[in-house]
């Protein structure tokens, strides 16, 4: 079974739709193919709610996607990154997970910022080979503490048509 973890339910929205998952309750949709993990923001709730499904289901491959802040103006917000692999056509930066938000960055190097994706992939690494985790991140501001409207997380994450061939490949 394919795992895609999410922290929002606005971020999981348009993969429940595309494979007409079922809901099993308010944190898992799932087929016999792929399950969703809506796990909440920040380092508890991934933790918790990871170890419950990796323990749970037979889970051969896990998949972090939501959005990041970006510290470059010159990154285009919407921008698609795989954090932790490389993958053809898709772009790598590396990412930072703190347990605040983050609105300012003194790093020189372009970075993205979340509050889930270390932790994920700390939990995925003890279930899973490391070529079986991927960490996808959408720019979704510049380092902004201002509250994105869900709708808008929703249609960033829904045009990354490429997230859903690369699910399908694997």
């Known amino acids: 079974m394919i795992l895609i973890h999410t922290a929002l339910l606005c971020e999981a929205q348009s993969f429940i739709e595309?494979?007409?998952?079922?809901?099993?309750?308010?944190k898992i949709y799932l087929n016999h193919e792929i399950a969703i993990l809506i796990s909440g923001i920040?380092?508890?709730?991934?933790?918790?709610?990871?170890?419950?499904?990796?323990?749970?289901?037979?889970?051969?491959?896990?998949?972090?996607?939501?959005?990041?802040?970006?510290?470059?103006?010159?990154i285009?917000?919407?921008?698609l990154y795989c954090t932790?692999?490389?993958?053809?056509?898709?772009?790598?930066?590396?990412?930072?997970?703190?347990?605040?938000?983050?609105?300012t960055s003194d790093t020189l190097h372009t970075t993205l910022y979340d509050m889930e994706g270390s932790y994920f992939q700390q939990m995925s690494q003890k279930y899973l080979k490391d070529e079986n985790i991927y960490i996808f991140k959408i720019v979704s501001d510049y380092l902004s503490?201002?509250?994105l409207k869900k709708d808008d997380i929703k249609n960033m994450i829904s045009k990354q048509k490429i997230l859903h061939q690369f699910i399908n490949l694997n």
Do not use: E, H, R
Not at 44 to 68: E, H, P, V
Not at 76 to 79: F, H, K, S
Not at 84 to 103: A, C, R
């Open 84 to 103: 932790n692999q490389k993958i053809t056509n898709i772009k790598t930066l590396p990412l930072i997970t703190s347990d605040t938000v983050v609105t």
């Open 18 to 26: 595309y494979y007409k998952l079922k809901k099993l309750n308010s």
């Open 145 to 147: 503490d201002t509250i």
């Open 42 to 74: 920040g380092k508890q709730n991934t933790i918790s709610t990871l170890d419950y499904m990796f323990l749970n289901y037979d889970i051969k491959k896990a998949l972090n996607i939501g959005i990041a802040g970006c510290n470059d103006k010159k």
């Open 76 to 79: 285009t917000i919407g921008d």
